[in-house]
Nanobody, 122 residues
Framework: QLQLVESGGGLVQPGGSLRLSCAASGFTLDYYAIGWFRQAPGKEREGVSCIDSSGGSTNYADSVKGRFTISRDNAKNTVYLQMNSLKPEDTAVYYC???????????????WGQGTQVTVSS
């Protein structure tokens, strides 16, 4: 069974850091780009970051540029999202998704994880 599982979410104070992980089972991520999306309460899901299959190309939403870093370890079949200088507006459920090519369009992604909650609050 093809599955993506996110982990690493939690409650953090403003200015803090979290590292999210997206682990794949049932298939190898070697040939897939991985996108991170988030959905805040009452808002549409939005793209946060994407990394291509080789890890050589990364993209970030303007709202997280300079604070978030996406990376991958294909040997561990895992992609990471390091989130620093977190703000209350980063509060959302974060999802990872897999597809051969990066896209900001969530409909382009075929495989999705179940999401992990990130809450930034004092």
């Amino acid at each position: 069974q093809l599955q993506l599982v996110e982990s690493g979410g939690g409650l953090v104070q403003p200015g803090g850091s979290l590292r999210l992980s997206c682990a794949a089972s049932g298939f190898t991520l070697d040939y897939y780009a991985i996108g991170w999306f988030r959905q805040a309460p009452g808002k549409e899901r939005e793209g946060v970051s994407c990394i291509d299959s080789s890890g050589g190309s990364t993209n970030y939403a303007d709202s997280v540029k300079g604070r978030f870093t996406i990376s991958r370890d294909n040997a561990k079949n895992t992609v990471y999202l390091q989130m620093n200088s977190l703000k209350p507006e980063d509060t959302a459920v974060y999802y990872c998704a897999a597809e051969p090519l990066c896209s900001w369009f969530e409909g382009a992604f075929h495989y999705w994880g179940q999401g992990t909650q990130v809450t930034v609050s004092s």
